[in-house]
């Protein structure tokens, strides 16, 4: 199954969308970001304007037999096709067709790959979330309105350059106990200098700066059991 | 279900996870009660489940559970066990644990607490190569000063005829734990301390050693058997030169590449070893293999290793059952010595493929949580050895080992194609495992034509860039979906709290109106 790549695009620009204007049917979907240090792409999608449905599907030659412990979905299998549908205003052939138990065969071009959809869940604020199975990796995968997305990066685009400079507050991206905290508040650190070293799973992970800084405060000593998402340092 | 012959009524697992659980299901075939032991972070857990008893000893932490020699004792005697399987792991190569259950009169199933002391100790395995002529990986036969810092000196003049890179490795080691790269003689002393931590922290013994890096090498190892007798078979070799932190992602059986000369050769130095060291029950030694074509002596592992399963497919001996045999006392049987003739010509071949609650593209960081979908293959060759179902919970606490995913075909090009096929079938959900590695694996033209080295992670794998191909594929495929035009199902809203909300993208009507509409509709909660 050959990789699914930018490059099978057909790479015809979409028409403006006028000033401003957003397409109502548009979803930005992105990475949720709460669990990836770096910032991930997000992709806007949009439909083309007349969808072609398939409604008489031949479902694919999966492969039988894997013992599935999941519960089962009682849904039947939908059909789902997006013949060219804009990706970041890119024209891309694109179709999504349904194998039924959250199995879906993303098409793309004339490559194809199997990925697994689970369900939806909402959050407040016109949020969607799934998680993503896609070539051995999982991912959860927000959706939201274009519009809303759009609004909201308007209204904080103008506080934006300010959080590159204001205080960086260093989370806990693995949970496990603190062997070792290098650092104490007043220390001034560079870009990759080790903050603390975290034991988890028999293994001893280091904490390293993101960025260069001072530390403002240090959340934990030797000893303690972190979760993801404690607030370990504060860099200034 | 006790079978008459069987050699043990009742065993006890030291142990967890899936080794626990392979271990469980051959005293079940034997006909052999099992009792398993468990932390609290395990009172679910599947080898919990299997087992005919189960013994609370202790909190998560291993320190406290199953690291806990006086806690395990006392669950075999309260629960009447007559012998210990210790699995890999934990206490599986203290010499302390298998004293103690010799002392209470326990049969532990491995080589005697003599022996676990001459050969887990790797100075101690590199002192007895020395004396039989098995020629170990140039370095230290004696502790590093760690604590002197007056005889920092001394070790730097000997890191300097050891050369650099070199490694700093625990004496009581495994796992990588313990062990660091030395590039630059400035950065001995750290590397010394830091290492000796770690080692503590890990197997209650700070002593490190020094030993040069050979590099690109090959880790290829050998699995032994033996019985009171004094005899000593090699079942075959395997080749596990694909590792990450020093600790093994694939194994193969056999090690590709080898002629039968040297397949004979390896065995032999093997069997010296065993033999040297007065070894009993299973061990395996393990070797680098360089360029030149040379094996150079790395350590050997008193225990099951996590990799013996493709030594059994290929050679066709169930080396648990064997171990519980030959620690009744029986000799090898007609079938191990068969196969250790056989082992030089070995006629098929078999692939497993670790899978483990781990970022592959985030420097195999760990990951552990809820594991969600669990979908794993099956069909013709493939054997999965695992503890998880959907649901499970993968602790912090403990090894983040998930699966093992073995392929056996008639040859490496067919084991190689099956793999492949196995690993598009396995669906995991809820923690990020290994998978998109093995995956590349299995499509790699260097790892097809067998091009193997202790460095080919680094070299062959660019988790960032697979990564990356793979989140645009998540995000067109959840794009599609939500913005499928689909008439919304019937009954959404009121079935949609029943399973959980669809898992079929539905409708996205909800967008329209400022995207809430439908969320807040099928989750009134």
Not at chain 2, 10 to 15: P, S, T
Not at chain 2, 242 to 249: F, G, S
Not at chain 2, 256 to 272: D, F, V, Y
Request: charged letters at 25%.
């Amino acid at each position: 199954m050959a990789g699914l790549t930018p490059s099978s695009a057909t790479g015809t620009t979409a028409e403006s969308n006028g000033n401003g204007g957003v397409d109502p049917r548009a979803v930005r979907v992105r990475l949720e970001t709460a669990t990836h240090l770096n910032p991930e792409p997000s992709m806007r999608v949009t439909p083309a304007p007349e969808p072609l449905r398939m409604t008489n599907p031949t479902v694919g030659t999966g492969p039988l037999g894997g013992v599935a412990m999941a519960p089962a979905n009682a849904e039947p299998p939908a059909v789902l096709a997006q013949r060219q549908v804009l990706v970041d205003d890119v024209a891309v052939d694109a179709g999504l067709r349904s194998l039924g138990g959250g199995r879906y065969l993303l098409v793309e071009g004339g490559d194809q790959v199997r990925v697994v959809l689970e369900a939806e869940t909402a959050e407040p604020g016109g949020v969607a979330r799934r998680e993503v199975l896609v070539e051995g990796f999982r991912f959860v995968v927000e959706v939201e309105s274009e519009r809303v997305a759009a609004l909201r990066e308007r209204a904080t685009s103008g506080r934006a350059s300010s959080a590159h400079t204001g205080p960086l507050r260093v989370k806990a991206i693995i949970p496990g106990k603190v062997v070792a905290v290098s650092v104490k508040p007043g220390d001034a650190v560079t870009a990759g200098q080790q903050l603390l070293v975290v034991e988890a799973m028999k293994m001893q992970n280091e904490l390293r700066a993101p960025r260069d800084g001072t530390i403002d405060r240090v959340g934990v000593t030797v000893g303690v059991n972190i979760e993801i998402g404690d607030l370990l340092v504060v860099i200034s | 279900m006790n079978t008459p012959d069987a050699p043990f009524r009742r065993v006890l697992i030291a142990n967890r996870g899936e080794i626990a659980v392979r271990i469980i299901r051959a005293c079940h075939e034997m006909g052999m009660e099992a009792v398993a032991v468990y932390s609290d972070a395990d009172a679910e857990a599947a080898h919990v489940r299997l087992a005919d008893v189960a013994v609370r000893i202790g909190p998560p932490a291993p320190s406290e559970s199953y690291l806990r020699i006086d806690a395990v004792i006392e669950a075999a005697l309260s629960t009447g066990s007559g012998a210990i399987h210790p699995g890999y792991g934990f206490l599986a190569e203290r010499a302390a644990f298998a004293r103690a259950a010799e002392d209470a009169g326990i049969v532990f199933v491995g080589p005697s607490s003599d022996a676990i002391e001459a050969l887990g100790d790797k100075l101690n395995a590199r002192r007895l190569a020395a004396r039989v002529g098995v020629p170990s990986v140039p370095g230290t036969l004696e502790p590093a000063p760690v604590d002197h810092p007056d005889q920092v000196a001394s070790i730097l003049e000997t890191a300097r005829s050891i050369g650099f890179p070199l490694l700093v490795k625990a004496a009581a080691g495994g796992g990588g734990r313990g062990m660091r790269r030395v590039t630059r003689e400035q950065d001995l002393a750290a590397a010394l301390v830091s290492g000796s931590r770690e080692a503590l922290s890990a197997f209650g013994d700070g002593s490190v050693y020094l030993e040069r890096e050979i590099l690109p090498a090959r880790h290829i190892e050998v699995q032994l058997l033996a019985d009171a007798h004094g005899r000593v078979v090699a079942l075959g070799e395997r080749d596990c030169s694909l590792q990450r932190r020093h600790q093994k992602l694939v194994e193969e059986a056999p090690a590709p590449g080898l002629t039968e000369e040297q397949r004979r050769h390896l065995h032999g130095l093997a069997i010296r070893l065993g033999s040297a060291a007065g070894l009993r029950n299973a061990a395996t030694c393990e070797f680098l293999y360089d360029r030149d074509g040379r094996f150079w002596f790395l350590e050997v592992n008193t225990r099951l290793q996590v990799e013996h399963g493709v030594t059994e497919l290929v050679a066709g001996v169930d080396i648990v059952r064997e171990q519980f045999n030959l620690a009744a006392g029986a000799p090898l049987s007609p079938e191990v010595i068969a196969a250790g003739e056989r082992a030089a010509t070995p006629s098929s071949h078999a692939i497993e493929v670790r899978i483990a609650a781990e970022d592959p593209a985030r420097a195999f960081a760990p990951t552990p949580g809820r594991v969600g979908r669990w979908v794993m293959p099956a069909g013709p060759g493939i054997r999965v050895d695992t503890h998880i179902e959907a649901g499970d919970r993968v602790p912090a606490d403990y090894d983040n080992l998930i699966a093992k995913l073995m392929v056996h075909a008639h040859d490496r090009s067919a084991a190689i194609d099956r793999l492949r096929r196995a690993l598009d079938e396995a669906e995991v959900g809820g923690v990020q495992t290994t998978l998109p590695f093995h995956r590349a694996v299995a499509r790699s033209d260097a790892f097809r034509v067998g091009d193997l080295s202790t460095g080919w992670v680094d070299e062959h794998w660019d988790g960032e860039v697979v990564r990356r191909a793979a989140v645009r594929k998540a995000l067109l495929a959840a794009g599609l979906a939500a913005v499928a035009e689909e008439p919304r199902p019937a009954g959404v809203g009121t079935s949609g709290s029943i399973d959980g909300g669809a898992a079929t993208p539905t409708g996205r009507n909800g967008w329209r109106s400022g995207g809430r509409g439908q969320g807040v509709d099928r989750w009134p909660g």
